[in-house]
Nanobody
Framework: QVQLVESGGGLVQAGGSLRLSCAAS????????MGWYRQAPGKQRELVAY???????NYADSVKGRFTISRDNANNTVYLQMNNLKPEDTAVYYC????????WGQGTRVTVSS
């Protein structure tokens, strides 16, 4: 059974940083593509960053140059380093794992105050 557990969310002032973590279990992590998505109140869930099993990355235009996605296959964990946070980054952030289907974590809330 695939499980994803996110952590690292919280309240931060604009310009601050947070690092989100997502620990996976029940899957061959190194064979999976991983992504971070977010959903702000009243909006649809959107892709923030993506990293393939080969290490290729892709970012939403709104976070390019501020966010970095990385993975640690030895510890079955994907990270999202978020710098220079803005109030518009406020959302619930979800970890996604894609391997023979899509799996989601429970989400971690990020609130950026102005």
């Amino acid at each position: 059974q695939v499980q994803l557990v996110e952590s690292g969310g919280g309240l931060v002032q604009a310009g601050g940083s947070l690092r989100l973590s997502c620990a996976a279990s029940g899957v061959i992590f190194s064979a999976a593509d991983m992504g971070w998505y977010r959903q702000a109140p009243g909006k649809q869930r959107e892709l923030v960053a993506y990293i393939t099993r080969g290490g290729n990355t892709n970012y939403a235009d709104s976070v390019k140059g501020r966010f970095t996605i990385s993975r640690d296959n030895a510890n079955n964990t994907v990270y999202l380093q978020m710098n220079n946070l803005k109030p518009e980054d406020t959302a619930v952030y979800y970890c996604n794992l894609a391997i023979l289907g899509n799996y989601w974590g429970q989400g971690t809330r990020v609130t950026v105050s102005s």
